[in-house]
């Protein structure tokens, strides 16, 4: 791809005495946008730890099962019969001992009533709300990022006929919305039952909806990239539209598009959380950690750390991404000052 | 009848003594045996009237976590509605509104007197009282009590709901009568209105129970001139102590004293508040905590509060004073049914039936103040109950060996794939369900959860037969309590074969058995007592031979009322509190 501002490469063949501003004795290089950012994201301790934990959530995630079977953690198995070690008092359903029933078997505790290992569910449900979140993101992203180029490269009645739908998905009610379909298809559609229509549900719903935004941030960006002289050069050298929207100018928009979707994730992972609250995202015994804050929300008075511990996971997830999508903007940003 | 999360029990009096026992009043000890039991307390509601008051000024504040089936009296098949819908539909015959066992004695309402039984029990007449009129000024007549009981039994495609018990007890007309809005010419013949004030039914056979059949609100009298079929529930006209203000489908209603209705006439019922405000759609725990906070009168549905309210009830001294355990009549329990593969197999039923861990489910529903574990289709206070238990498991709790038995027997020996269906609005029977699953899964049967909606379960969901077939629900959450207190009134909706509906329908089971259906008609024509008895019991064993259903629980519910309640005190008839009498001081 060619650069807007091209970085000077300089060869170094000859290694002459004079080092300009290196200590160490390496030879001068030159480098890339990415290595600049990635230097500069490097610096930020805060975007580092958040990207870190970021990523551990998405391990965890990804080998949820393996992790179950390997310590032993069964989401949905109950420990409710007294007559076979029942963890629940059976007056009020509430975990026997303190901390909510914590214990060296059970480390966060069990849940009220069913007396199900909170860690095991929390585990469980990881790959549920990061998955949709996730899933969500790259739908969002994929249909803003597409109509947001084509608009803003074409303009004209493409630009504004895009726009004014964009402006009609804003308007939309969008809570409102996702609830409506949600409840509606609930137990058999599309051929799809149970779980996985609930996933494909949620993530419909709450990436098909949010396009606009990264639709506008692209469109904008595009805007602004669309008069710079390579994209010039390029139509000169006879390049057609599709090249130049995916060959010119979808490369530069990818800083963009990377930082708005780290920023994008903790959102999705709200909303996927309210839905569950709501009671019309996924279904027992499922578990998600929106679901266990919407039962646990009940309990607040008799049972806190019930609530406490799906409300932190989902905290820090939000905290991880927040912070990692801040610092690489940060990083990618020339404009920023650097470090 | 169906119970919202609770069911509302029609308690026989033989066994009422054991009920007496089970609420644990308060009374400290003063040593005079006239003393009466304490007024105020935990489960003080249970045996005596709390909060006494003449205040007639305040307004009863009830909602709901769903909606009503249908508030129209023709029409509905909830306890609370048929405990509710008193305060506008005046049926012929109703439950004393008197806390404690006194409760389950019938007394006359809209009639003059119980009903006269001739030709051998075959003939039933009352007398309606003289110079009745609706909230409208019309006169109420004995023409609308028919006109009643024609809409809500004969109109099927209408009226859906309710019980059709009257349909299958008079005797038909030939040829067979199609309703009063298919059928312009004159009705049903046996049924006969000699003149404004008398009604007389002929029936196919004998029935020893009719006095407690006109006591549901399908005998509350309709006039045919303001009847519009399905939108009537939008504009009902009193017979009761109130009358409609308003009424929103999905939202609630109003309800304000009917000025031309009075105790004197002799009616039951009372007005002691000058408007009753009735919320539809409001989830369960907040109304659990409007309700602590006291700014509800109550949960209308009176199937206790949700599990996880439970604790914060029990746990504060305070606020367990206003509680009452009470013993609702009703059984918690799963029907499995016998049209879906491979439940119709009788040993893939035995498998479900040996697999479930009903301890666990016990604790899951909310512990043993919710209920006692069940092994009998009718509950201990209804006559005719034995003890035993056709599939017993160690301490209640399963026995994955016998259930995988049963499975290999049946051909299925890994398990299968099948469908549970609960009422998503009721956390607790979802916890239940949900623990039911983890119990299946651990003999390989994949139960998968499909929630649906209270207020249509029975009309469009788990009561008609094709979705159900079509869903593959074979196991169906399930709380049901007696239509009346005898073994007949429990059990003839829920297994007798001619009362399978495809819509609106209570055999979930599907069950029919012409071993029980031959003894539950002969039996209810006996007119010998102790041998109806003997024959509830034998249809009880035969049900659970089949394996029809797995029961659960006796349910217990936990209600509550604020101090702002007056007059409040629980049912017997209905498991709940008595909607006739309640007041408010706000």
């Known amino acids: 791809m060619t650069l807007p501002t091209g970085d000077i490469e300089v060869v170094t063949g000859a290694h002459d005495a004079v080092d300009l501003d290196r200590l160490d004795g390496d030879a001068i290089e030159g480098r890339s946008p990415w290595q600049i950012s990635w230097r500069r994201l490097k610096r930020d301790r805060a975007a580092m730890v958040g990207g870190a934990v970021a990523v551990l959530l998405v391990l965890v995630a990804i080998f949820s099962k393996l992790i179950e079977s390997g310590f032993h953690l069964d989401p949905n198995a109950t420990h409710n019969n007294q007559f076979h070690g029942g963890l629940i008092d059976p007056n009020t359903g509430l975990p026997l001992g303190s901390f909510g029933g914590m214990s060296s078997h059970h480390l966060l505790g069990v849940e009220p009533l069913s007396g199900r290992d909170i860690l095991a569910r929390i585990v469980e449900g990881s790959w549920v709300s990061l998955l949709v979140a996730f899933s969500a993101t790259l739908l969002s992203n994929a249909i803003g990022t597409v109509l947001g180029i084509v608009a803003g490269y074409y303009g004209g009645w493409i630009d504004a006929f895009i726009s004014r739908i964009m402006d009609i998905f804003l308007a939309f009610p969008l809570l409102l919305f996702a609830i409506a379909i949600s409840a509606s298809l609930q137990n058999e559609a599309f051929g799809l039952k149970g779980l996985p229509l609930h996933i494909s549900v949620l993530i419909f719903v709450i990436g098909f909806f949010n396009w606009p935004y990264m639709g506008r941030i692209i469109r904008g960006q595009t805007i602004s990239l669309r008069e710079r002289e390579f994209v010039a050069a390029a139509r000169g050298l006879g390049a057609r539209g599709p090249y130049i929207l995916f060959k010119e100018l979808l490369p530069n928009l990818v800083a963009p598009i990377l930082v708005y979707s780290t920023l994008l994730m903790p959102s999705n992972i709200l909303f996927e959380a309210a839905l569950d609250f709501l009671g019309v995202g996924i279904a027992p015994p499922q578990s998600s950690w929106g679901q266990e804050l919407a039962q646990a929300v009940d309990y607040y008075q008799s049972d806190p750390e019930y609530l406490i511990v799906p409300g932190v996971m989902i905290f820090i997830a939000v905290l991880a991404f927040n912070l990692f999508g801040d610092g690489l903007r940060d990083a990618l940003d020339p404009k920023s000052a650097s470090r | ?586």
């Open chain 2, 1 to 586: 009848m169906q119970h919202r999360r609770s069911m509302s029990g029609m308690i026989t009096l033989a066994v009422i003594g054991a009920l007496a026992l089970s609420a644990c009043s308060s009374s400290k000890g003063s040593g005079s045996s006239n003393t009466p039991a304490a007024k105020t307390g935990y489960n003080a509601a249970n045996t005596s009237l709390v909060n006494a008051s003449t205040n007639k000024n305040g307004t009863v504040k009830y909602a709901l976590s769903s909606t009503p089936d249908s508030l129209d009296p023709g029409n509905t098949y909830y306890a609370w509605v048929w405990d509710f819908s008193r305060l506008y539909a005046s049926p012929l015959t109703t439950f004393k509104p008197v806390p404690g066992n006194d409760s389950l004695t019938l007394v006359p309402n809209l009639a003059t007197s119980l009903g006269v039984p001739s030709d051998g029990g075959k003939t039933w007449t009352y007398h309606l009282r003289p110079n009745l009129k609706y909230s409208d000024g019309s006169p109420i007549t004995a023409a609308d009590v028919k006109y009643a009981v024609e809409r809500s039994n004969y109109a099927p495609d209408v009226f859906s709901n309710g019980p059709t018990y009257f349909n299958a007890v008079l005797a038909q007309n030939t040829p067979a009568y199609a309703g009063p809005y298919k059928d312009k010419t004159g009705g049903l013949k046996s049924i006969e209105t000699p003149d404004a004030t008398t009604i007389v039914f002929h029936l196919a056979s004998a029935f020893a129970d009719f006095d407690y059949l006109v006591s549901n609100p399908q005998t509350a009298p309709v006039p045919q001139a303001k009847d519009t079929g399905a939108n009537y529930v939008k504009n009902i006209i009193s017979s009761g102590p109130y009358e409609f203000k308003s009424y929103t489908d999905s939202r609630g209603a109003v309800l304000v004293p009917n000025p031309n209705w009075s105790a004197a006439s002799g009616l039951v019922g009372a007005q002691n508040s000058k408007e009753i405000d009735l919320t539809f759609n409001q989830e369960q725990v907040s109304i659990d905590n409007d309700l602590m906070a006291g700014n509800l009168t109550g949960d209308v549905a009176g199937a206790g509060t949700a599990a996880a309210s439970q604790p914060k009830i029990l746990n504060d001294a305070t606020l367990k004073a206003n509680a009452d355990d009470a013993l609702s009549g009703a059984l918690s329990y799963v029907a499995m049914s016998t049209k879906v593969k491979p439940l119709d197999n009788l040993d893939c039923r035995k498998a479900v039936e040996y697999a479930i861990d009903k301890v666990s489910a016990q604790n899951a529903y909310g512990g043993p103040n919710r209920g006692d574990i069940a092994t009998t289709v009718l509950p201990p206070n209804v006559v005719g109950y034995t003890k035993y238990d056709d599939y017993p498991t160690p301490s209640n709790s399963g026995d994955v060996a016998k259930a995988k038995d049963e499975l290999t027997k049946c051909g299925h020996p890994s398990g299968f794939d099948i469908g549970l269906s609960a009422r998503a609005d009721r956390p607790n029977e979802i916890s239940m369900a949900t623990s039911i699953q983890a119990s299946l899964k651990k003999v390989g049967i994949n139960a998968t959860i499909q929630q649906y909606p209270s207020g249509k379960y029975f009309s469009d969901f788990a009561g008609a037969p094709a979705f159900v077939h079509s869903h593959n629900i074979g196991l169906i959450m399930m709380a049901w309590a007696a239509d009346w207190p005898t073994g007949y009134g429990f059990l003839d909706q829920i297994i007798a074969g001619d009362t399978i509906k495809a819509s609106g329908n209570s055999n979930l089971s599907e069950l029919n058995d012409p071993t029980v259906n031959q003894l539950l008609q002969q039996a209810i024509q006996n007119t010998d007592a102790s041998a109806r008895v003997k024959a509830w019991g034998q249809v009880d064993k035969q049900v659970m031979d089949d394996a029809a259903i797995v029961p659960m629980l006796y349910r217990k519910d936990l209600l509550y009322r604020p101090p702002s309640a007056t007059n409040v005190f629980v049912t017997a008839a209905y498991g709940m509190y008595d909607y006739l009498t309640i007041g408010s001081t706000s």
